[in-house]
């Protein structure tokens, strides 16, 4: 018998927005759940992009499915922000089938780094301040570009001000964190 995450009604009581939070399940209170990285993961799976950035590494769990679907792929450059060293660590760790291969993970703050082309896919899952991300990465965005916001359901503030910034196409997803995904 294979280990199994947690359920996250142990980390979030039901909400308005989503009502049986133990319908799904996380490894811990700030990993992202397991369904949403296999959904991200899934999403680069489909849309086949060239070059992913990922906003928050943290501890590696959808980073590493993301890598996994790129080594699917057969092409695709993945390079990974975090700004805490232990996590990269930890991700690093995690990843190390990847790395320098699909996957480069970066220890830098998201708002300084320039990346080296258009991003076709985006997945934010840093800081707080997930506007400032979306916002600093819009002109690098490609024209056939996704965005996937997560820990949407705790800055509704921060999505208002997303969907302000242009009039993409979008959908919400009440996961127990919450999950935009946008695109043009």
């Not at 092409?75 to 190390?96: D, Y």
């Not at 916001?149 to 009440?174: F, G, P, T």
């Amino acid at each position: 018998m294979t280990w199994q995450p947690p359920r996250e009604s142990a980390n979030h009581a039901p909400t308005e927005l989503c009502p049986h939070p133990e319908w799904w399940s996380a490894w811990n209170p700030v990993s992202t759940e397991v369904e949403v990285s296999i959904l991200v993961a899934a999403l680069v799976r489909a849309m086949q992009p060239e070059f992913i950035l990922e906003i928050g590494s943290h501890y590696g769990q959808t980073t590493e499915r993301i890598s996994q679907v790129i080594r699917e792929n057969g092409h695709g450059e993945f390079i990974s922000l975090e700004i805490n060293p232990e996590m990269v660590g930890s991700a690093s760790s995690r990843c190390a089938p990847w790395i320098g291969k699909e996957l480069t993970i970066i220890l830098t703050d998201s708002l300084a780094y320039i990346p080296p082309r258009s991003i076709d896919f985006l997945f934010v899952d840093g800081n707080e301040a997930r506007s400032k991300d979306v916002e600093h990465y819009l002109p690098y965005l490609s024209d056939h570009c996704m965005v996937v916001v997560h820990d949407a359901a705790y800055y509704l503030s921060e999505n208002e001000r997303i969907l302000d910034m242009w009039k993409w196409d979008h959908i919400s997803l009440n996961t127990p964190r919450g999950l935009l995904i946008l695109t043009r």
